[in-house]
């Protein structure tokens, strides 16, 4: 008589990148942090996470981004979440995730943020712990800031460290078109830069609020469903600095503003630069443009849900 192994589970769970359209950075505080007030918008580039029954925790990846330099050890986010939920739930197995990368690495899109997301999803219905949004919720945040927006999905608003999260209303489909590049920016560089940057120019600029907030403006155009509005009103404090240390990224952006966008933005801590555009056409008039320049690029929509599970 022949025994068949059993054939390990799998669960299959997806998670969107994001943009930030609107980010203001607090002053430095005595812990060496920032608060911020950010409008996060989830994006149509969905992290695929695959978790199948194992003994240990492991991580490959595969998909159209090149994710050669991504650590697969206990650094990993995505096996972080996963031995987080484990410990909580007081799981003593462990777990296999299989990645499907869509999410620029490193261009400040929350990639990361989003396979720890959909990781927890993705565990939870896997090992039957079942705890619930909330609970998965606070244990995004014990990951970092940009998880729980991952978890959560759709336009929000983000402040403290942007893990202290409300849902944002926005009507209809927003079109963007980003411009990927390989340059390295360390967020935390990015973040000393701008403390620089106010030190040089305390004479110059309005001091750094302690509790910084989102504009009224940009909420309306969110709601609104109006882009030319809304790029009226795109901001990022992280901006300056990080075109500072990498001023080719300025040049980026004149010519995509040249070729059709409405206006374009470093997205986060960078070096992805958002371009939003009226709609489809135009989206793809830009690609095609700023293609034959010589850039990466890739397009999205906006908003969509947030870590869901995806059934077969």
Not at 58 to 73: E, K, M, N, Q
Not at 183 to 209: F, N, Q
Request: hydrophobic share 45%; with cysteine; aromatic share 4%.
């Amino acid at each position: 008589m022949t025994v068949t192994a059993p054939v390990p589970r799998t669960v299959h769970a997806t998670a969107p990148g994001k943009i930030n359209v609107f980010m203001k950075v607090g002053a430095l505080l005595d812990d060496g942090y920032h608060d911020v007030a950010t409008a996060y918008q989830a994006l149509s580039l969905l992290e695929h996470v695959r978790a199948s029954d194992a003994d240990d925790f492991s991580v490959a990846f595969r998909g159209p981004i090149d994710a050669r330099g991504l650590p697969t050890d206990g650094s990993n986010l995505a096996i972080r979440a996963a031995r987080l939920l484990a410990r909580v739930a007081d799981y003593r197995g462990g777990v296999h995730l299989d990645v499907e990368k869509h999410v620029p690495i490193a261009g400040g899109m929350g990639g990361g943020s989003a396979d720890a997301a959909a990781t927890l999803l993705a565990c939870d219905h896997l090992w039957g712990t079942d705890l619930g949004r909330d609970e998965l919720h606070s244990l995004a945040v014990e990951l970092g800031a940009d998880v729980p927006f991952a978890l959560m999905g759709g336009t929000a608003v983000g402040t403290g460290r942007g893990d202290r999260l409300s849902p944002a209303l926005a009507q209809g489909t927003f079109h963007w078109v980003l411009v990927l590049t390989e340059l390295g920016l360390s967020t935390p560089e990015v973040y000393a830069e701008l403390d620089r940057h106010r030190e040089r120019h305390v004479h110059d600029i309005a001091p750094a609020p302690e509790q910084p907030t989102v504009d009224v403006e940009v909420l309306q155009a969110l709601r609104a469903g109006d882009p030319h509005q809304l790029a009226e009103y795109l901001h990022n404090d992280l901006q300056a600095p990080a075109l500072h240390l990498e001023p080719s990224l300025s040049r980026t952006i004149e010519v995509g503003e040249r070729n059709g966008a409405l206006a374009g933005i470093v997205s986060g801590s960078g070096p992805t630069v958002a371009f939003l555009v009226a709609d489809a056409d135009a989206a793809l008039e830009l690609q095609v443009a700023l293609s034959a320049g010589g850039h990466t690029v890739i397009r999205a929509t906006g908003p969509v849900h947030g870590a869901r599970l995806v059934a077969g």
